[in-house]
């Protein structure tokens, strides 16, 4: 009995030996191990001819800025923009927008199963039994005499099982779900940065349409009381009838253009609620005021090669490119042998309490190799994952120079339209000096009131366009931030994906 106990024990330690040696051995693994792409061989992102011109900034007075090439970008770059209002609602809105937590919730579910089939493939799988069963033997169905024996049988055990990664595949299917729980975590990084951008571009947008939506109003009174002295000019005789027609006419046009600037007002309020994660109307928002902004002094430019290590989208397109690539290594290895160990150890009896007693062990140790030897879907398998690598491949450089083209015509945009602000600036400057300049002569005597209206309407209108040109600066800078990629804002966690070694 003791020698019996030693044979067992003898036989379960060598396989529990054997287990151990499988978890620690390192397979070779199917498939080319994955190497980031290379960066873009561009230096710039506009022609030698265009790169200086476009990276001088300068504009007068406080709107005067600078492109700082190779600086890096802060993850708090809303903060630049001077509102603390807009701080304290982006603050809100990283806590409750639905999209984001959404996007939360699939980063978690992709690093669960991560974590679920490494549990599984990783570590070898215990289990216990314990059974019970009721049987009756009849002799005569065997055709010898005898009488039925009916009798119960209990059973108690723990088995082991382990499949060693001889080729690398299960090695290669966790690196593709780690891949794609980075890639989960690039698309949140993603949202963030475009629920900021988007909530930072809505208030300054509702700041814009305010200060408008006042300037028609004005436009509209001072129209209003030169539509009265036209007709008193008429009843005079020292006006045509047409001039009325005239004036009223521009004065309807002005009037009609109020509804359209107050819908737009109305449903970027319905946007900026919705971003923060508010139904619209549910609640007040803050007034923003384009006083309240203010550019920053240096906008920090990435250089392409930086580039394509900091933008969430490009980033997200290299999760996918490395996940297709473990893939193909994955379809590789069902090429290859596989090698399935298992171990049981249990004790049966008649009775439960026999169930410990000498005699009662059992124990099976059963090793398994296989080799696919005529399978023809296997290798269109492994040709459909090269496909997808070359298709995952095509995507990457496809999104590379998307996010080039976009970081050239945000410096476009910001040159031009800081020239354009510029050249409105000067236009206020001189509608200022006609108007002062009519005021003056109106005391005089010199000409109309009528004269001094039209100065003032001429100088609101160009007031009009400056807003227009003020919050456009405004918006490209966040343009800007947010095609240098600065899609975190802290707390942000990535699994590695296991290195492979062939």
């Not at 937590?101 to 992709?110: D, F, G, I, P, Y």
């Not at 945000?410 to 509608?431: F, M, N, P």
């Not at 009519?438 to 609101?460: I, K, N, P």
Request: hydrophobic share 40%; glycine share 8%.
């Amino acid at each position: 009995m003791k020698y019996e106990r030693r044979l067992r024990n003898k036989i379960m330690g060598q396989a529990l030996s054997g287990l151990f040696l499988a978890l620690v051995m390192e397979g070779c693994v199917s498939g080319p191990d994955f190497v980031r792409p290379a960066p873009p061989a561009v230096t710039g992102y506009l022609s030698e001819s265009k790169q200086t011109e476009s990276l001088s900034l300068s504009t007068s007075g406080e709107g005067s800025q600078r492109i700082i090439v190779g600086q890096g970008v802060d993850s708090f770059w809303w903060q630049e923009l001077g509102s603390e209002t807009l701080n304290t609602l982006i603050e809100d809105a990283l806590t409750d927008n639905p999209t984001l937590s959404a996007a939360e919730a699939t980063l978690r579910q992709a690093q669960e199963i991560y974590a679920a089939k490494s549990g599984s493939t990783r570590y070898p799988q215990v289990e216990g039994s314990l059974g019970a069963q009721r049987q009756l033997i009849d002799p005569g169905t065997l055709g010898q005499a005898g009488s039925s024996t009916e009798f119960s049988l209990y059973n108690v055990g723990v088995g082991i099982r382990y499949t060693f990664d001889l080729s690398g595949g299960n090695r290669r299917a966790l690196e593709a779900l780690a891949a794609r729980s980075d890639y989960e975590q690039h698309v949140l990084n993603g949202a963030r940065l475009a629920l900021v951008a988007n909530i930072a571009t809505a208030a300054i947008t509702q700041a814009r349409l305010s200060r408008q939506i006042e300037l028609v109003t004005g436009i509209l009174q001072s129209q209003n009381e030169q539509l009265g002295l036209t007709k008193a000019r008429v009843r005079f005789g020292q006006a045509a009838p047409d001039e009325v027609s005239t004036v009223l006419t521009q004065l309807e046009q002005t009037r009609a253009s109020l509804p359209v600037l107050r819908n737009e007002r109305q449903k970027n309020d319905h946007l900026l609620a919705v971003l923060v994660g508010r139904a619209p109307g549910a609640g007040e928002l803050p007034d923003f005021s384009l006083e309240d902004f203010g550019l920053p002094k240096e906008l920090p430019l990435l250089v392409p090669s930086a580039l394509v290590r900091s933008r969430p989208d490009i980033l997200a397109a290299e999760a996918l490119l490395q996940a297709a690539n473990a893939e193909y290594g994955v379809a590789i290895s069902k090429l290859y042998p596989q090698l399935n160990l298992s171990a049981d150890l249990a004790s049966q009896a008649l009775t439960t309490g026999a169930l410990f007693a000498g005699g009662s062990g059992v124990w099976a140790l059963v090793g398994q190799l296989t080799q696919p030897l005529l399978d023809p879907g296997l290798p269109a398998e492994k040709r459909a994952a090269l496909a997808a690598f070359d298709e995952a491949a095509a995507h990457y450089q496809v999104v590379v120079l998307e996010a080039l083209r976009n970081v050239a015509d945000v410096l476009r945009t910001q040159e031009s339209d800081a020239q354009r602000l510029i050249a409105l600036v000067a236009a206020e400057t001189a509608s200022q000096t006609a108007l002062e300049s009519a005021r003056h002569r109106y005391a005089l005597g010199a000409t109309s009131y009528y004269d001094v209206l039209d100065e003032l309407q001429r100088s609101q209108q160009i007031a009009f366009d400056v807003v227009d040109a003020e919050a456009k600066r405004m918006i490209d800078n966040i343009a800007f931030f947010q095609a240098m990629g600065t899609g975190k804002t802290g707390g942000e966690k990535s699994l590695t994906p296991p290195t492979g070694k062939g």
